[in-house]
């Protein structure tokens, strides 16, 4: 069963395929045993159309925040997922999914009508997401390789997308913001986890994060203090045409 659109030519139809999973349904599903991780989409607006961040951005490190057995004994994953209201069917992005601690508690819970998408930048991080899923048997993620700059989500596939204890780390965050904006469904949200500390230890303070975010056109929906850190959650604020590229201004930490 063909899934081209109607009336797309040929030659552009095959290269969207090269690029996106193009299966019955529209689903995603986890690549099989071998298979190369890459980006699901075409690349976005490049890295240097926008401002370097005004403030410094945190080394990437490790794969995790912490171990999975003392998050859980702090119940962080429950906890925001309940404040999130995810629920079967749903369509998650977990962006800077590392070794996947959110991935496989979300993927039950969004269950076989929904899907979720681990998405990273640094390949051996997939590669050994990617064996975890195969292991679990998760048939509803899909590995999704992405530029620091740009998620490369399909267009249009999420509902919620998830940037857990990583968001100091991107380095061009307000293009990584601003080429989010295509994946994102009607009403969809984008959920911040992080600690109120400096981007140079590994933390966000809230109102930077405000800021940064509202240079790309989002604002803020909901705050969550946790145990640990917070959650912020925000939606995109009109039509995103209206984001002029050229004004995107960096915010000074
Ligand atoms: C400290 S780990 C956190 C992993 C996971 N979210 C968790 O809560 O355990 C940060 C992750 O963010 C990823 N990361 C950093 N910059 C990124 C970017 N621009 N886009 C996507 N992932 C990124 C890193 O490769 C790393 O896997």
Redesign the pocket.
């Known amino acids: 069963m063909s899934c081209r659109p109607k009336g797309a030519p040929r030659r552009i139809f095959l290269s969207l395929l090269l690029l996106t999973a193009c299966t019955q349904g529209g689903g995603h599903r986890a690549p099989s045993d071998g298979a190369a991780i890459r980006p699901l989409a075409p690349p976005g607006v490049p890295a240097d159309s926008f401002p370097a961040p005004d403030r410094p951005v945190a080394r ?6 912490s171990d999975e057995a003392s998050r859980d004994r702090a119940g962080e994953a429950e906890q925001v997922i309940r404040l999130l209201g995810v629920r079967p069917g749903m369509r998650v992005a ?6 996947g ?2 991935t496989v508690r979300l993927a039950p819970r969004v269950g076989a009508g929904g899907q979720v998408f681990a ?4 390949p051996r ?1 997939l590669e050994g997401l990617q064996s975890r899923v195969q292991r679990e048997r998760l048939r509803n993620v899909a590995l999704a390789l ?1 530029d ?2 740009d ?1 490369r989500l399909p267009v249009s596939s999420v509902d919620l997308v998830l940037l ?3 968001y100091h ?4 965050p307000y293009g ?1 913001l601003y080429n989010l904006r295509s994946a994102l469904r009607p009403g969809a949200r984008v959920a911040v ?1 992080d600690l109120d500390r400096p981007t140079a230890s590994h933390g966000t303070p809230p109102a930077l994060l405000r800021c940064e975010f509202s240079r790309v056109g989002y604002r803020e929906v909901a705050f969550h203090p946790l145990r640990e850190g917070y959650l912020a959650v925000f939606a995109p604020a009109g039509d995103p045409a209206r984001v002029v590229l050229a004004r995107i201004s960096a915010c000074a930490a």
Request: a negative charge; glycine letters at 10%.
């Open positions: 990437i490190v490790t794969d995790t925040w977990d962006v800077g999914a590392g070794s601690y959110y998405q990273d930048i640094v991080y992405g620091p700059h998620p857990v204890h990583m780390e991107i380095e061009q990584l986890v």
